[in-house]
């Protein structure tokens, strides 16, 4: 069965704010390679529409080869869409999803292939609540943002998580990979 992984950028308070976080060299490589090794990814709207900024430097290379490698990566993988809102996706690798978010997941977990990525805040949310995330890698930036969306918030179960391994990077920022145990208990 294929691992349903959900890897995030975050600052130190816990926030994801593409705007704060400011990815070197090192970490446009490791996110290019994740995607390699991985068949799909799936983004809400709004991640995917900031996304698509690396559309540009397909048509355009920038230069800085991790940079170019990352938009090479992303452009060729394929990328599901969860939206109400959008009627196409501008991308010739990305599709608008027709089923609910359970049912896709379920049924691409099911089919043979490489990992399925998840990349937007709200679907690990969703995916979290529903049981269907084998594996979280968060990728902690040394920056305190002070404010803006916690990846974590109105969760309804308090979750145990096993660390498996730790990367770290020379600019500060550190990638922990965690399992979920599946040990839920309720808020109070």
């Not at 599901?80 to 027709?98: G, Q, R, Y």
């Not at 805040?121 to 902690?140: A, G, H, K, P, T």
Request: hydrophobic content about 40%; overall charge negative; glycine content about 4%.
């Amino acid at each position: 069965m294929r691992k349903v992984i959900a890897a995030i950028n975050m600052t130190l308070d816990g926030f994801c704010d593409h705007s704060v976080i400011i990815p070197d060299e090192e970490i446009h490589q490791h996110y290019a390679e994740l995607l390699d090794k991985a068949d799909v990814v799936l983004y809400g709207r709004i991640t995917y529409q900031l996304m698509q900024f690396w559309q540009t430097l397909i048509k355009n290379p920038s230069g800085e080869k991790s940079m170019d490698d990352f938009a090479m990566a992303i452009d060729k993988i394929q990328k599901i869409v969860f939206s109400h809102k959008l009627k196409n996706t501008e991308w010739d690798s990305a599709k608008l999803s027709n089923q609910p978010i359970e049912e896709m997941v379920i049924e691409l977990k099911q089919q043979p292939g490489r990992d399925i990525l998840v990349g937007s805040r709200s679907l690990i949310i969703q995916l979290m609540e529903l049981n269907l995330i084998d594996e979280f890698q968060l990728c902690v930036h040394p920056v305190v943002a002070g404010s803006g969306l916690p990846l974590f918030e109105n969760m309804k179960d308090r979750t145990i998580f096993k660390l498996i391994k730790t990367k770290t990077f020379s600019g500060g920022a550190v990638t922990l990979y965690y399992e979920p145990t599946n040990k839920k208990t309720t808020n109070r």
